[in-house]
Antibody, heavy 119, light 111 residues
Framework: QLQLQESGSGLVKPSQTLSLTCAVSGVSISSGGYSWGWVRQPPGMGLEWIGCIYCSGSTYYNPSLKSRVTLSVDRSKNQFSLKLSSVTAADTAVYYC???????????WGQGTLVTVSS | QSVLTQPPSASGTPGQRVTISCSGS????????VKWYQQLPGTAPKLLIYSNNQRPSGVPDRFSGSKSGTSASLAISGLQSEDEADYYC????????????FGTGTKVTVL
């Protein structure tokens, strides 16, 4: 059973870089067959897609965040990461990591982690 | 802001059928498949429908999806109290080098 767990700083100062990691268990990222991504949800608001890696062999970003976002994979630790630079209060949200089976028939989500941007 | 538009709310009594619409454009729903997610309060989204009308294993057949042109719909038949949640449509969008987009979300209330 594939499981995902987010970790990282829950409090980030404005203008700094938000960094989150998603640990994957139950499957090897290196084995393929999945795309890996991030979704966020500001308090009381809807879902916003951030980006995905290994999506049909490529990396894609939300155009509105593209200049500030970097996704990466660490195969040795079986985890993938999100970095969002120059954060503001508008980046305060619950951040979810997710894995999707090729073909889209199944999603796996982490429990989500709240990141607050505040001085 | 989202490029997929949903009604903010929908409601029904237990046993009724509720339908949620999702309106997009030729670059997203018009040319790609649609997913639907259910999000219970305080939890991560759960995939309900993929490829417009396919249910992952374990999803009750009370949930059904359809797509026509640049719009899609989710129907919940035999509404149950545990169906009270937020529902989001989603699709790949081919504009701006490609991205995945979520709908604005619909809160379903069981009266």
């Amino acid at each position: 059973q594939l499981q995902l767990q987010e970790s990282g700083s829950g409090l980030v100062k404005p203008s700094q870089t938000l960094s989150l990691t998603c640990a994957v268990s139950g499957v090897s990222i290196s084995s393929g067959g999945y795309s890996w991504g991030w979704v966020r949800q500001p308090p009381g608001m809807g879902l916003e897609w951030i980006g995905c890696i290994y999506c049909s062999g490529s990396t894609y970003y939300n155009p509105s965040l593209k200049s500030r976002v970097t996704l990466s994979v660490d195969r040795s630790k079986n985890q993938f990461s999100l970095k969002l630079s120059s954060v503001t209060a508008a980046d305060t949200a619950v951040y979810y990591c997710a894995g999707t089976e090729d073909g889209g028939s199944r999603d796996y989500w982490g429990q989500g982690t709240l990141v607050t941007v505040s001085s | 802001q989202s490029v997929l538009t949903q009604p903010p709310s929908a409601s029904g009594t237990p046993g009724q059928r509720v339908t949620i619409s999702c309106s997009g454009s030729s670059s997203n729903i018009g040319s790609n498949t649609v997913k639907w997610y259910q999000q219970l309060p305080g939890t991560a989204p759960k995939l309900l429908i993929y490829s417009n009308n396919q249910r992952p294993s374990g999803v009750p057949d009370r949930f059904s999806g359809s797509k026509s042109g640049t719009s899609a719909s989710l129907a919940i038949s035999g509404l149950q109290s545990e169906d009270e949640a937020d529902y989001y449509c989603a699709a790949w969008d081919d504009s701006l080098n490609g991205s995945f987009v979520f709908g604005t979300g619909t809160k379903v209330t069981v009266l």
